[in-house]
């Protein structure tokens, strides 16, 4: 079964706005993580957040935490029509083995 | 460095036929895994080898078999393909400093007809 559901499904967006999408999860965490995938390519690694920490940034990406609502969110300033991508988080659902689940993905178009 | 290696990159099977996809990296990661990814479905785990000599179920297991012939490369067979394995397959390796971040090679175009 998913994991993560991430909302919206789809999001189209005007360069230069801000892009949100959301993630929630259902068990307990030790970390969550954001992906991004390219048509017709593998997922890349973005950026990770541990259970402890509420806040990250890296770039234009920052990824907030809420273990007690068992949600995430991952925000994009600035959009460019090369963040147009799918946009997946995944978690280990408290493993330590490196297992990860992910959501469905939330499509993300940029508009020039 | 060329990271996470997937062949083929495309397959058409009938259904029956047998075949297998091989995954090799280059990074001297102990952890290895294969995904299958379905429209609106997000990435399922088929299996998993945390160490060379050692696989573990996933998710979706059935149908498949893993081989992990050593620490570079880990192989995916489909011994009978159905229908229901049209998907696409992912490949990727876990940093092991972090031991979380994956690393993905560029997938497996699988389509039995």
């Known amino acids: 079964s998913q994991q993560g559901e991430e909302d919206p499904q789809a999001l189209s967006i005007q360069e230069g706005e801000n892009a949100t999408m959301n993630c929630s999860y259902k068990?307990?965490?030790?970390?969550l993580q954001w992906y991004r995938q390219n048509s017709g390519r593998g997922l890349v690694h973005l950026i990770l957040i541990r259970s402890n920490e509420r806040e990250k940034h890296s770039g234009r990406l920052r990824v907030t935490l809420d273990t007690s609502k068992k949600s995430s969110s991952l925000l994009i300033t600035a959009s460019r029509a090369a963040d147009t991508a799918s946009y997946f988080c995944a978690t280990d659902r408290g493993s330590t083995l490196g297992r990860l689940y992910f959501g469905r993905g939330t499509q993300l178009t940029v508009w020039p | 460095n060329a990271g996470v290696t997937q062949t083929p990159k495309f397959q058409v099977l009938k259904t029956g036929q047998s075949m297998t996809l091989q995954c090799a990296q280059d990074?001297?990661?102990?952890?290895m895994y294969w995904y299958r990814q379905d429209p609106g479905m997000g990435l399922r785990l088929i299996y998993y080898?945390?160490?060379?000599?050692?696989?573990d179920k996933g998710e979706v297991p059935n149908g498949y078999n893993v081989s992990r012939l050593n620490k570079r490369e880990f192989s995916l067979r489909l011994e009978s393909a159905a229908p229901s394995q049209t998907s696409v397959y992912f490949c990727?390796?876990?940093?092991?400093?972090?031991?979380?971040?994956?690393?993905f090679g560029p997938g497996t175009r699988l389509t039995v007809t």
């Open positions: 990727a390796s876990v940093v092991e400093d972090t031991k979380y971040e994956q690393y």
């Open positions: 068990t307990s965490i030790n970390n």
């Open positions: 990074m001297n990661h102990n952890s």
């Open positions: 080898s945390a160490s060379e000599g050692t696989t």
